[in-house]
């Protein structure tokens, strides 16, 4: 009989204990908490939420609703605990953290095919016919870290995220913004915003003045180590951003010859080109504050940000370059991972992930593959798309957001309209799949 361990019980790990009790495979879900303490968390209850209660948006139209109405047609388990523990958000599923803790410890202890052990796992030895699930996060132990390493080599580990902000492409003045690669080289794949002197001033004035995020204590250690925030560099001086990251030089703007006095360059990041980056712009200011600074680059006005820029303690692995499509290493078949280490971003895709690396692992117990998820689906497109992607030099984590999801083969000119079409597109394409991958 194959055995299965599932190590760490947070919201990936809690999820995926159930989900494989589920599928009647027995397995230990192993917590190091409270024995093994964390910056972040506070005790040694199951899924303990560390940060902001809500759990997305409930409002149609929008990706945190698309995700949930998906997880639900998989049965999703932490979705029902959070309900029952719900408080007053508005259009948001808003949890009591406590009483949210306590739902999935009651749902986990009712489970008889889940043991419960608490105790730090410091190596990860092959054996026959045990399988591992690695859900630790952002904060795994350092024991952990040597042994994925050794397993996939250092390159395939990331640490101090630095992230600068995605739009969608729809969002973007595509007659504002000029094609060009920096002196001709290459393809002509960036978008290029173009800089007066006077719109120069303003922004990097404005970049000064925003209101930065505060850094976790745990964070300050090496937080500028690899790349200075946007705003740091503005700080240098008034050409400091002319000189580096919005330097001119080879950016002619072909339709008038001339060199801009800076440049803002945005990267394609996804194969479908329907999402950009803002190359450089790594930044740790507010949310709030990267939408109004950065909608005054020329052609951004109206920018929908799918990722917001942030600089933080992130562990998590190159998942295009070291994981297959079941979420096991590469290296280490028998290992599996889910959440935050595969480079989703949130609560709800931690869970998504949890969920669907379960049924990953319960299918190759049962000596079956589980068949791919339709990539119109935003668990298709975030875990079978977005994470396999490599068209980043640099993966970075993310977030569901509509931009990751196809076009659609009638186009509907009406934002909301267009998201509630890909929304009712995805669930009936997931309706069918289960109907197939869930026998």
Known sequence: MTRVTVVGGGLAG?????????RGVACRLVEMRPGVPTPAHRSGRLAEIVCSNSLKSTAAATPGRLLKDELDLLGCRLLACARRAAVPAGAALAVDRDEFSAQVEEAVAAEPLITVERGEVTALPAEPDHLWLLATGPLTGSSLVDALAAATGAPALHFFDAIAPTVTRESLDLDVLYRAARYDKGEADYLNAALDPAQYAAFRAALAAAERAEVQAFDKSDLFAGCQPIEEIAAGGPQSLAFGPLRPVGLEDPRTGRRAHAVVQLRQENRAGTLYGLVG???RLKQGAQREVFRMIPGLENAEFVRYGQLHRNFYLDAPRCLGRDFALAARPDVFVAGQMTGVEGYVESIASGLVTAWHVAYRVQGRTLPPLPPATMLGALLGGFLFDTTAAR?????????L??????????????KLAKAERA??????WVAVAAA
């Open 14 to 22: 809690s999820e995926a204990a159930l989900q494989l009790a589920r």
């Open 427 to 432: 669930l009936a394409e997931l309706r069918a």
């Open 405 to 418: 999801l196809p076009e659609l083969a009638d186009p509907v000119r009406a934002k909301r309209d267009r």
């Open 281 to 283: 712009f790594q930044t």
């Open 395 to 403: 993966f970075c984590p993310m977030n569901a957001n509509f931009g």
